[in-house]
């Protein structure tokens, strides 16, 4: 099974939105209100930041958002800051109830 | 709070096998999966597996059905994972992580080095 689809890399300067979409299919993505999104700086385990599409974890700032149309889900980010700077992953459970990961996406604030 | 502190670093030689462990605290070890997922250097993140220390049951990404196996012992709190068969590709930071629809807790990560 390939991995969800990400862009490569996305940028804003601060103050701005940006939005990260990730892609799948109907096994995935597409099936299940179970997408999460994890944040990953250099030489650091993933912290989560967004489950179940939309939900945020405690103490994850409320600029964080999730959504999903169809089997796309997407991240948002508003207000971005010089701290949001890092690669951000999304996961789905999948109908053989494993997980998938997407090819991550890189977030650089200008 | 909860924690999971992986063992330390291995290097392997190719066809070798290799066993890290996960060590949970904070949380009844027996009601939460744990997952193992791995970084290839300057990759992305790879599910591999889930494990469900309370009852046994597990379930892995197809590429790695076969080469491996995974194990706890909940007098310890200690989900392992042993990867056979290993080559060049399997070098990476791998990772366990708590949860069931997603991970909310992880480990350090543990680098595996795969080289003759």
């Known amino acids: 099974q390939s991995a969800l689809t990400q862009p490569a890399s996305v940028s804003g300067s601060p103050g701005q939105s940006i939005t990260i979409s990730c892609t799948g299919t109907?096994?995935?993505?597409?099936?299940?209100?179970?997408v999460s999104w994890y944040q990953q700086r250099p030489g650091k385990a993933p912290k989560l930041m967004i489950y179940?599409?939309?939900y945020r974890p405690s103490g994850v700032s409320n600029r964080f958002s999730g959504s999903r149309s169809g089997s796309t889900a997407s991240l948002t980010i508003s207000g971005l800051q010089a701290e949001d700077e890092a690669d951000y992953y999304c996961?789905?459970?999948?109908?053989?109830?494993?997980?998938?990961f997407g090819t991550g996406t890189k977030v650089t604030v200008l | 709070q909860v924690q999971l502190v992986q063992s330390g670093a291995e290097v392997k030689k190719p066809g070798a096998s290799v066993k890290l462990s996960c060590e949970a605290s904070?949380?009844?070890?027996?009601?939460?999966?744990v997952h193992w997922v791995r970084q290839a250097p300057g990759q992305g993140l790879e599910w591999m597996a889930i494990?469900?220390?309370?009852?046994?049951?597990?379930n892995y990404a197809q590429k790695f059905q076969g080469r491996i196996t995974m194990t706890s012992d909940t007098s310890t709190s200690t989900a392992y994972i042993e990867l056979n068969s290993l080559t060049s590709d399997d070098t990476a930071v791998y990772y366990c992580?708590?949860?069931?629809?997603?991970?909310?807790?992880w480990g350090q990560g543990v680098l595996v080095t795969v080289s003759s």
């Open positions: 494990f469900n220390p309370g009852g046994g049951g597990t």
């Open positions: 109907y096994n995935d993505v597409g099936h299940y209100p179970y």
């Open positions: 179940d599409v939309t």
């Open positions: 904070g949380y009844i070890f027996t009601t939460e999966y």
């Open positions: 992580a708590r949860g069931s629809r997603y991970l909310d807790h």
């Open positions: 996961c789905s459970y999948t109908t053989s109830s494993t997980r998938i």
